[in-house]
C-alpha cells in the first residue's frame, strides 16, 4: 500500500505502518484497485477502512473487540467491528451483544448500532479481515489483512499492560495466541451471532468481568452505554 494512500491515525502509523509496504500489503492493495476496477462494490469506504484505528489511538486502548470482516450490505460497514452507520437496523449479533449488556450490568438496549462511543472510551472494535465486496461475506479473507491484524494484536499485547482481549468465537480467538494472559485479560465464548450464542455468549459476564479487571489494575471501568445519535463532526468514523 502506497504511502499516498495510507491514511493511519499516527499513533498507530508509527507502530505498525511499516507493515503497510511489506510486498504481501502491497499486493493486498493491487487486488482491491483491480476489484474496484472491474466493478465491485467494497465495503467499508475506503476513508473508513482504517476507521477503528482513528477512534481508538494506541494509548487509549483499554479493550480489544476482534470482529471477522465487515457487513457485507449497502450502507452498514463503517470501519468499526460489529457497528452500524446511522439509520440502519442494529445486526442481529449486535443485538445479542446488548442484550447481554443489559443483563450483565443494567443497562437499557439502545436504539441503534452506531458504536463510536465506545471506541472513544477505548474499546477498538477491529475486524480481523478490513474489507469485503457487496453481497459476498469473507470475499476479502485470505488475501494479507490478517497479517495486518495479526501485527496490530501482537503489538498491542507486546507494548502495552493491562489490556482485556474479548475474544468471541473461533475465528477471533485464534489471534489470542498471541497475547500473554499473564499480562493482559482474555476472556473467550461464543460468537454473539443468533446460531451460537446461546451456547455460552448470552450470560457470559464479559462486560462486568472486563470492567472489574480494569479496575483492579488501577484503570476507569468502560462505559457500554450509548447516547442517541447525533450528527458526527465531518472526517469522523
Not at 499516498?4 to 493486498?28: C, F, N, T, Y
Not at 487486488?31 to 473508513?48: C, D, M, N
Not at 457497528?83 to 443497562?107: A, H, T
Amino acid at each position: 500500500m502506497g504511502e499516498d494512500r495510507i491514511r493511519l491515525e499516527p499513533s498507530w502509523k508509527a507502530r505498525v505502518g511499516d507493515w503497510l509496504q511489506r510486498d504481501d500489503m502491497r499486493q493486498l492493495s493491487r487486488f482491491l484497485r483491480e476489484r474496484k476496477a472491474a466493478g465491485a462494490r467494497i465495503y467499508p469506504p475506503g476513508p473508513r477502512i482504517f476507521a477503528a484505528f482513528d477512534a481508538t489511538p494506541f494509548d487509549a486502548v483499554k479493550v480489544v473487540v476482534l470482529g471477522q470482516d465487515p457487513y457485507h450490505g449497502e450502507g452498514q460497514a463503517h470501519g468499526l467491528c460489529f457497528s452500524v452507520q446511522p439509520g440502519v437496523p442494529v445486526p442481529p449479533s449486535l443485538q445479542n451483544i446488548y442484550k447481554e449488556i443489559e443483563r450483565d450490568l443494567g443497562i437499557p438496549r439502545p436504539d441503534h448500532g452506531h458504536l463510536v462511543a465506545w471506541a472513544r472510551r477505548g474499546v477498538l472494535l477491529l475486524n480481523a479481515v478490513l474489507t469485503v465486496e457487496a453481497g459476498r461475506p469473507g470475499s476479502h479473507q485470505g488475501k494479507g489483512w490478517e497479517g495486518f491484524t495479526d501485527h496490530v494484536v501482537e503489538t498491542l499485547a507486546r507494548e502495552r499492560e493491562g489490556l482485556v482481549f474479548l475474544l468471541w468465537g473461533s475465528y477471533a480467538q485464534a489471534k489470542g495466541r498471541m497475547v500473554d494472559a499473564r499480562r493482559h485479560r482474555i476472556l473467550r465464548t461464543t460468537h454473539p451471532s443468533p446460531l451460537s450464542a446461546h451456547r455460552g455468549f448470552l450470560g457470559c459476564g464479559h462486560f462486568s468481568a472486563a470492567n472489574q479487571y480494569l479496575v483492579r489494575q488501577g484503570g476507569a471501568p468502560i462505559d457500554w452505554s450509548l447516547p442517541p445519535l447525533a450528527p458526527d463532526p465531518p472526517g469522523q468514523p
